[in-house]
């Protein structure tokens, strides 16, 4: 039985939940599914590998009916989270050792006494449709990224790939008709190489995205109406529904460090809105040069300033913190973002527009300065800045060095 034939049983409900092993997607999802476990008391699973149970801890004590399912891969050496991708790898290749928790996840499904009655993967899982169809339920994709973003990858996904790097593609399926540079295109579509056998899996998972039963988008309304009316005329059904913003579900555990007690005591010297935060996400790492020009921005302005080197502090320019000690902070690890960007102090958020970073800067309300660098990044600050004039263009392109003495203001020489 094709997913999108199977229809909601009867049975009592139970939500297996499939996430993908990257911050940027596995947190949304996790917000999603504490939603749906507390706001409609459904009890779920979320199936997760040993090295990434640490990941659910937090969702785990704050959701009362979840569980975790721990698996192993059977290759020990395959990876199993972004941080174990060699260098430059695209993390939509993490998908690609995980159709072998297939095999286990249906020996767990049939021996439990209340097997899943749904299945939500997170969207760079398309094998998620023949294991739902095994266990002959329907399939949920779950979208971490923004309507107008997906729209973008069916559209790139069902043409003819590779593109020309020396050209430009035209959108002529969405609405507007929008035109992005190369340079602009989602990175899961440029690095795509015809014949692999690894990216032929990746596009193939969008292609049976498209068949899924429903499609649930870290979205909302008034963001991305029209995309989402254009996503249901993609799918072929209505049952795409904008869920988001997700992120403000209180499961991600965000305990204050000592650290952190101290970053928020100084907020609270500061005069509203009055900080910029600065954060590229939970992957990107700066170039030297381009942190070395960033933090000299930094010093060369008069602004207060928080920033959080996310994934990587290593790259954070050496003495900055020293010589701006009076009004600027550097978060060594993993910042409580959310909390930083709702603090009365921030006003401003220079962002790589990541989509959790972009929804979670307009919700608290503060001015999006857009440096987008890479995947649905160029979308996403389109959206934003073009469409909505919710955020300014600060500058382009993960090789982007701007000048320090002009920051905020300066693009890329490529596009
Ligand atoms: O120190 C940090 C750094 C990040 N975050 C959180 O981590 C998430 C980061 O997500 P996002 O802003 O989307 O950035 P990436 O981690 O780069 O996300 C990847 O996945 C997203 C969803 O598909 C895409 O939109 C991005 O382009 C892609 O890079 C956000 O919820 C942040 O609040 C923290 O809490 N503390």
């Given at each position: ?362 919700a608290a309300g503060v001015v999006l300065l857009a440096w987008p660098m890479m995947a649905d990044q160029f979308i996403d ?35």
């Amino acid at each position: 039985m094709a997913t999108t034939d199977a229809v909601p049983s009867r049975r009592r409900p139970h939500v297996l939940v499939i996430p993908l092993p990257s911050r940027g997607h596995l947190l949304p999802l996790l917000d999603f599914a504490h939603r749906l476990s507390t706001c409609h008391s459904v009890p779920l699973t979320v199936a997760a590998t040993s090295s990434n149970l640490p990941l659910l801890s937090a969702f785990l004590a704050s959701t009362p009916l979840a569980a975790a399912l721990p698996l192993e891969l059977p290759d020990s050496s395959a990876p199993d989270h972004s941080s174990h991708l060699p260098p430059g790898t695209h993390h939509a290749l993490l998908a690609v050792h995980l159709p072998r928790l297939r095999e286990p996840l249906l020996s767990w499904a049939r021996s439990h006494p209340d097997p899943p009655t749904i299945v939500i993967s997170d969207f760079f899982l398309g094998w998620a449709q023949h294991l739902a169809d095994d266990l002959r339920v329907p399939w949920i994709v779950f979208y971490a990224s923004g309507a107008f973003a997906v729209a973008a990858l069916d559209h790139l996904w069902k043409g003819a790939l590779p593109l020309d790097p020396n050209g430009s593609v035209v959108l002529d399926t969405l609405p507007g008709s929008p035109a992005f540079p190369y340079e602009h295109v989602p990175s899961v579509v440029k690095k795509y190489v015809a014949g692999d056998p690894d990216w032929e899996f990746v596009r193939e998972g969008f292609r049976l995205n498209v068949r899924a039963w429903g499609a649930a988008v870290n979205t909302f309304d008034e963001m991305e109406r029209e995309f989402l009316e254009c996503l249901k005329r993609f799918f072929g059904h209505g049952r795409v529904w904008a869920v988001g913003p997700v992120a403000d579900s209180g499961c991600r555990g965000e305990e204050r460090s000592l650290e952190a007690e101290q970053l928020f005591s100084w907020l609270d010297t500061c005069p509203p809105r009055s900080v910029v935060y600065v954060c590229f996400g939970s992957m990107y790492k700066p170039p030297p040069a381009q942190a070395a020009a960033l933090g000299a921005a930094l010093e060369a302005s008069d602004a207060r300033f928080v920033w959080a080197g996310g994934a990587d502090v290593a790259v954070l320019p050496e003495g900055l913190e020293g010589r701006t000690a009076k009004r600027g902070r550097v978060v060594r690890g993993w910042a409580p973002q959310m909390e930083i960007l709702r603090n009365a102090a921030v006003g401003a958020f220079l962002t790589h527009c990541g989509w959790n970073s972009t929804l979670e800067g307009v919700a608290a309300g503060v001015v999006l300065l857009a440096w987008p660098m890479m995947a649905d990044q160029f979308i996403d600050a389109r959206l934003v800045v073009d469409l909505h004039g919710a955020a300014v263009r600060a500058a382009e392109g993960a090789d982007a060095v701007p000048d320090p003495r002009t920051p905020w203001t300066l693009r890329s020489g490529r596009t």
